[in-house]
Structure formats: structure tokens, C-alpha cells
């Protein structure tokens, strides 16, 4: 098992590094909710298809990231408080290559 | 008033089955929701996909599984009360509670089921300043009845289906439709899009992409809208603003009813029967929370039949009962139905 580490900043601006498996097929939204880094209830809502951007994050490091899927890119034309480096974390896979990524959680709304 | 035996708060595919195992026990029951329609999540969230593990449905679609439990409960005739977020309760004397929705609508219960999932569903508004003023007065975020539009303007933004179903339906009412969304590009059924494409070419309605609004205009009542549109702002006219970026639940009023809450769920004891720290209150499916707790649609179901069980002796302290299986017992509706199994043949071979 491969664990990669990733820094997450709270809806408290609190900054959190933590530990994130690549092998248990999660993605970021996943990893935040496995932490309970956001309350129940305002992460996730549709469970990770895209279709609520309660999982919006704003992506901080320079990584290369999967390619912005349709769906997402009309679910975030859809979001608020989006800005150029808004995604959503459901659709962001954990795998080796997402060592040290650091994203801040968009807020709730 | 409406009264009932077993007041359920939301009707979600939990709040569904309830009357069911309720209707065995020959207990009414009564539906309170936010939304229109009643299926919950599988309704507002993903009515056209696919649920793999609902026990015996290889695959089933979320809208279908609501279909299947609105029929199963037919029998048992649940009231609805739709479009309405209940807000207070008052527990009474008798042991009963009157539970009061958003537009002042009275039910009277002797057992309460909280079966709110992840809360009423309540509008996303856009981050505009000004339009919590025009709430009421221009700005709706559902739309309830589409001849409150007739010889309107309208303008509508979003970018998904409800935006453009609802500029095409209302394209026959209105004097005017202007939908206003981010992007060129629309989230729907192809054929929606298509229809509002040939409804801009025959100039029916009117599309203005990619813009936003950020401010209304107007005393008391909404007079107009500012689009932003390539750093160029304009103002329409306008009698209604609807802005339709989709809904999402809020545990809402319930929060404040006394009840244990943590991690924005009902803690209830889950050992027994799922009844709250208020006896006679009980809380099931994705909104309650115990040790061990998952939010999926199988739980709800099993939370809904064991909370029935409970509700009966807590409304028949003094009668005896024993569990029938529905094949044995058959299903008696309220509505004078009867399902019973064929009784075996029993003929003689001579
Ligand atoms: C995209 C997606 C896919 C899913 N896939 C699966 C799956 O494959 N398998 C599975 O088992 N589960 C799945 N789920 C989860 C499943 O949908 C939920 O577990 C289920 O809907 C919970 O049912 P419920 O009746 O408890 O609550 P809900 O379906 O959330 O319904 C609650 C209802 O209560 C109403 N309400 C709440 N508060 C109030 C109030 N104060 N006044 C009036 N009305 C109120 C709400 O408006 C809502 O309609 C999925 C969920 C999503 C979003
Ligand atoms: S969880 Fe809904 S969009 Fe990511």
C-alpha cells in the first residue's frame, strides 16, 4: 500500500497534512470526509458525481491534475465563489502522482 | 388540523417504506416535504440513475425505486403535505405533538418520525447583495405555479435542466424569457437544449451567454436585472428574476427542536427502536446517526420497520401483537384492497 501525503486548508482557514491512500480508489472529496475535515452533511452531497460542488476546492500547488471532465466544468459554471484554480475534489483521484498536492476547501454554500 | 397516527418528516424513500410498515400495523401515517414531488434524494439528486444494491434489484433506477414505493404504499392512502418545510414542534399533554410547516399548515400526531435525510432541500442562491430584499417580491427560486408568469417578463439563469425546461415552458406564458448562465454550453437532455436553441433562433426567447447577474434593480418590487457580459454591464427589465442553480438540504429548523444532535445528524438509540432523546419522537434513515451508522437506502428500511414496531406499543400501550409476514397475513389496504397469497389446491387423485 502506498500512502501519499497532502495538505488540506479547512472552511477555518486551519491547514491540515495528512496521510491518503492510493489504493482504496478514494478521491479527494473521499479523503476530507475520511478525516471529517468538513462537517457531515456539507461535503459530498451527491457522493461524488459532479453534480452539487459542495466538494469545491482550490487547488494550491502546481500539480498536473486529471483534465476537467464536461461534467465538471458545467457543474462549476453552475458553483459559486469560483476562481481559477477552483475543482472538485470529487473528481481528483488519489495516486502516487498527487503527492504533495495542497488545496484549501471552497466554502460552503 | 391534520391528524394521523405516525407523522413522518420527509419523503424520502425511508419516509416512503414507513407508511408501508406502518399501514401492517394498521397505523395512518401523513407526509411532510419541502420539495414538490416525493422520493427525496433519488428524486432531486439522481432520478435517472442506477442503484445496484437495493437487496433483490440487480440494478434499479432512483426514479423507478420511488415509483415502486409510491405504489406499494397506495393501500395504505398517506396523506401529503408538499412544498412545505416543517418548522415547529409542540409536544402536548396527551403525549401528542402539532407539528407547523413554513405556510402554517397544523398536523397532530401521537408519534412523530423524522425521516429528514440530509435535510429539506432548500434553493442555492446566487451571491448576489441585494436579493434576499426582492425574496417574495420578484425573486423566486422554485417555481410553484407558472401562471403567477403570465404576460411576465421573466428572466431565468442556471445552466442545467431546470433553467432551460422552465424557459421553454414558460416561453407560452410569459410576455418575455431571457435566460442568463456562465457559459455557452448547457447541462440537459439533448432535446431541451435543442428546443431552446430553435426557441433563440425564432426569437421566442432570449439567450445572453457567457454572462452573469450581479445586481437587481427596483424599489420594493424587482424592476430589472444588471447582466455582465464581457466586462459590459447592461440592465433588462424585468418583473421576475428566477434563479435556478439546483437545491441542497439544510438540517434546518429540526436543529433547533431539542433533539440530540451531532455531527449534523439525530443521535437516537439504535439498540431499540431509533427513538431521539424526546420519547415519541423517533429519527431514521440518512438523518439519524449511531455508532456504526451508514446513510444507505437498505438501512433506511430496516430503521423504518423496527421504528413501526415501537410506534405501535408506544400507541397501543395495552394491545398484544405479534409480527405477521405479509405473504401469510396478506396486505389489507385502508383503501378496502386485499392481496393475500392463492390458497394451496387440495383435490384428491382417485
Ligand atoms: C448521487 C447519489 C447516489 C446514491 N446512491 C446510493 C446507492 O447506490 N445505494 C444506496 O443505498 N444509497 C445511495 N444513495 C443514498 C440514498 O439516496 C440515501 O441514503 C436515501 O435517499 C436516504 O433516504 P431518506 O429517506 O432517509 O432521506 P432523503 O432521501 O434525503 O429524503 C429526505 C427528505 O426529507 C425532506 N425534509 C428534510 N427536512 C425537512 C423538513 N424540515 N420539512 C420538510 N421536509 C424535510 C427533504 O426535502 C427530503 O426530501 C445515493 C445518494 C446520492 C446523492
Ligand atoms: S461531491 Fe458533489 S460535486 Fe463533488
Redesign the interface.
Known sequence: MIDITITIIDRQGVSHEINAPTDMNMNLMEVVKSYELAPEGTIGVCGGMAMCASCQCYVESGHQLPVISDDEEAMLSEAFNVKTTSRLGCQIQMNPEMDGLKVELAPEC | MIKTDILIIGAGPTGLFTVFEAGLLKLKCHLIDALPIPGGQCSE??PK?PIYDIPAFPEILAGDLVDNLMKQIEPFQPGFTLGERAQTIEALEDGSFIVTTSKGTRHQAPVVAIAGG??SFEP?K??IASIEKFEGNGVEYIIRDPEFYRSKKVVIS???DSALDWCIFLSDIAESVTLV???N???GALDSVEKAQELKNTGKIEIITPAEIVDLKGETNIEGVVIKRENIETTVACDHFIPL??L??K?GPIADWGLEIE???IKVDNTLDYQTNIPGIYAIGDVNTYPGKLKLILCGFHEATLMCQSAYKRIFPDKRYVMKYTTVGGVEGFDGTKKEAPKAVIKAIV
Do not use: Q
Open positions: 439528486i439522481y440513475k440530509l435535510g442555492r446566487p451571491l442556471g445552466g442545467g448562465h456562465r457559459r454550453e448547457f447541462r442553480f439546483g441542497s438540504p438540517l455531527k449534523n445528524a
